[in-house]
């Protein structure tokens, strides 16, 4: 079983920055991917960015100038580093795993191909 604890969230005016991070308890078999998802009330969960085992790195289009994700591998943590930010990145932020595959280009921003699941952190961006 896999464990996603996230860190990081808070609040920041708009046109600041925030990294979150995720401590990813272990990780198994020779394909995973991790992702970064967020959810405001009402809403279905959005999928932000995702990193895989081969190093590929994938960010929604929408906010790629803005967001970078990185994974350390020697400390087993996934940050997503979020410059610039605006009231509308307002959201509680979440980390996911998935393990035997990889995140895919077109597969990575769907939750449902993801089996593990952290308990998200609250980011709060004010005008």
């Known amino acids: 079983h896999v464990h996603l604890v996230e860190t990081g969230g808070g609040s920041v005016q708009a046109g600041g920055s925030l990294r979150v991070s995720c401590l990813v308890s272990e990780l198994f078999g020779n394909r995973w991917c991790l992702g970064w998802f967020r959810q405001v009330p009402g809403k279905k969960r959005e999928g932000v960015a995702a990193f895989d085992t081969w190093d590929d790195a994938y960010v929604t289009d929408a906010l790629e100038d803005r967001f970078t994700i990185s994974y350390d591998k020697s400390k087993n943590t996934l940050h997503l580093q979020m410059n610039n930010l605006k009231p509308e990145d307002t959201a509680v932020y979440f980390c996911?795993?998935?393990?035997?595959?990889?995140?895919?280009?077109?597969?990575?921003?769907?939750?449902?191909?993801?089996?593990?699941w952290g308990q998200g952190t609250q980011v709060t961006v004010s005008p």
């Open positions: 996911a795993a998935k393990v035997d595959a990889v995140c895919g280009r077109m597969d990575f921003v769907i939750a449902d191909r993801y089996h593990y």
